[in-house]
């Protein structure tokens, strides 16, 4: 009798380190494939997204961004950082955004990150590989250590802290490697008509856009992955 095998779905994420709910995004899909453990086989690639593509080398002061980008008063931006902390922390994901916080160019890091994904065997046992984890070494560095993502140091630190090749990973942030493929998926996305992150692909096809609670994607893989074919 031939063994039955799991269906298998892609997890397409189009996101960007500098963004808070993508961050909480993850934590909560995290959850919808703890839900589905056994009865689904998740692959999950991620995909560039900036935020800010002109963001200047030495960054921007994060409150003093969102307010002019939002045009918000600070007291609106601290109430929305205080929010922001307070889902984090209930996932389990620490937001230490002192004075000093910036915004930085996420490139570089994008330029990594699909270095790292294209390093990655596609039938891999495991749903989730050392993109995902470099992705969310990156988070770490960015939101909980305060750390500079767009720097080339800490991008190769980072880069190593997963397990990736240091030398290798300075080579390429010593280059325009991986560059051209960054803007390219950029575009591919954009006219798709993916203009906000989060924003998660499930199957090729089905879009459920921002940090949405896992109970939505239950729901939609209930009835459009795993109902019986009518």
């Not at 993508?22 to 997204?49: A, N, S, T």
């Amino acid at each position: 009798m031939a063994e039955m095998r799991t269906p298998r779905l892609s997890v397409d994420i189009v996101s960007d380190v500098m963004c808070p709910w993508c961050i909480i995004g993850w934590l909560k899909f995290e959850r919808v494939m703890d839900h589905f453990d056994g009865r689904l086989d998740f692959r999950v690639q991620w995909h560039p997204f900036e935020l800010n593509p002109d963001m200047p080398p030495e960054g921007e002061d994060a409150a003093a961004h969102v307010m002019r980008k939002y045009g918000i008063s600070a007291e609106q931006s601290r109430a929305n950082t205080g929010r922001l902390a307070a889902i984090a922390g209930e996932l389990g994901f620490a937001f230490n955004r002192g004075p000093g916080f910036r915004m930085r160019n996420s490139f570089d890091a994008h330029r990594l990150l699909t270095w790292a994904g294209a390093s990655e065997v596609p039938d891999q046992a495991a749903p989730t590989g050392v993109q995902t984890a470099l992705k969310l070494a990156l988070f770490r560095a960015h939101f909980t250590d305060n750390r500079d993502v767009s720097d080339h140091d800490v991008l190769a630190d980072v880069a190593a802290s997963v397990g990736l090749d240091r030398a290798r990973a300075a080579a390429i942030l010593a280059s325009d490697e991986f560059g051209a493929m960054v803007r390219t998926e950029e575009s591919w996305w954009a006219d798709r008509n993916i203009t906000g992150v989060p924003a998660f692909i499930l199957g090729g096809q089905m879009l459920v856009p921002g940090a949405q609670d896992p109970e939505v994607f239950i729901r939609v893989i209930e009835k459009k992955v795993l109902a019986p074919a009518a």
